[in-house]
């Protein structure tokens, strides 16, 4: 699992930018925040839409494979314009990132309205699929948000790609957290589902509105014009010739892998194993147990993916090897869910849900904010979007494997 580690020294002798009062690690937190929000908001209110279209089945299983699967698409595409387009433009990258927000805007005003639209009628199957496209469209502006963001981060210092992520796992806190409040206040009836679920949207626009004003001010900072003038320097004495992308994935095949088995394994358990509420407990309602268990796994992810603020390990051959032996999820899961009674208990499955948030959230910090930075400095935002392209394809198959607990 070597990892080419020439060409970082110009790199390495610079003096780092000072990112004064962390404004633009805050911007990046923020992007990685609001990047993920509207899937946790469609998500969380699936319990919303299963009392919207009642003949669906699995709706979160559906939403999964639409999203992922239209985010690895545009992640496709990002790759090859990536490998046609080595230049680093920030307004490039400020194009792109205003065109995804205002997507998941759009998407996110356009689910409340078709509830609005047919409040005095039963949503239709009509209504079910301009749903499903909705996820869809939010899904590729997924696609779009994520690989710029991180092909972006690729280039700069470790910290920012860290922030990030750590502003991924915010998200879903976020979110569950609004999920206990509103559940715990508000009527158990289709009107309290439909002013939670609506809350959520709200919430989300917000965020994403902001979102937009940060991203057209991300290159105004002083901290972010010095990094991106150290780059054109760095990219005028390197060759001008394009890094070639399937030359720079297997330099970093190995921990490509390892982040693909990261989210093959979690989303094949999360949210599906747990949302499905095949859990035994005895001392928690049955409704409230899969929100706390999703609560759980949010606040554990959320820490795996701060802890590389505190500690991130010098090589990544470590880092894979842990992403390959969460595949020892399977069979404690599965036990959870055939084996003796005291294993369906409350405690030995909080305590699985927690280890598979921290381990997915350290790992992926640890990988994604590492690898960029072992090629070369030409090739880092390549590098970056290939681990972007593996994260995505992971997400795919792990929405897909997801229906094995059900058959």
Known sequence: ?????????????????????????????????????????????????????????HIERVFSVCYMTSSLLVLSILMNWTHNNNKKKPGSFRLRMNLGFSMLILTMILIPLLDWTSHCSRPNIAAY???????????LADGLIGGSLIGSAGNLPKQYMQAIFAGTASSGILVSMLRIITKASLPQTPKGLQTSAHLYFIITTVILLICIVCCNLLYKLPVMQEHYKLLSDNDSLLSNSRPKFWEVARKIRWPAFGVMFIYAVTLSIFPGFISD???????????????????????????????????????????TW???????????????????????????????????????????????????????????????????????????????LGWFWVI
Not at 28 to 56: C, E, K, M, R
Not at 129 to 139: D, E, L, N, R
Request: charged fraction near 15%; proline fraction near 6%; charge should be positive.
């Open 1 to 57: 699992m070597e990892i080419a580690k020439e060409g970082n020294t110009s790199r390495d002798h610079q003096t780092e930018p000072r990112d004064t009062y962390k404004i633009a690690y805050t911007f990046h937190f923020l992007f990685g925040a609001g990047n993920l929000l509207p899937w946790n908001a469609l998500i969380t209110a699936v319990d919303y839409f299963n009392q919207l279209y009642p003949s669906s089945n």
């Open 129 to 139: 699929y301009v749903t499903i496209a909705s996820v869809v469209v939010c899904g």
């Open 277 to 319: 509420n095949n859990l035994k407990s005895t001392s928690v309602k049955k409704d409230w147990y899969p929100v706390l268990l999703i609560t759980v796994y949010n606040f554990s992810d959320l820490v795996g993916k701060c802890l590389p603020a505190v500690y991130v390990p010098k090589g990544v051959g470590k880092a």
């Open 322 to 400: 842990g992403c390959i032996m969460r595949v020892l999820f399977y069979p404690m899961f599965t036990v959870c869910l055939h084996g003796p009674k005291w294993m369906k208990t409350e405690v030995p499955i909080a305590i699985l849900t927690m280890a598979l948030g921290v381990s997915n959230g350290y790992l992926t910090s640890v990988i994604m904010m590492i690898v960029p930075k072992s090629v070369p400095t030409s090739e880092a935002e390549v590098g970056a979007v290939v681990m972007a392209v593996s994260l995505g394809i992971g997400l795919v198959a792990g929405s897909v």
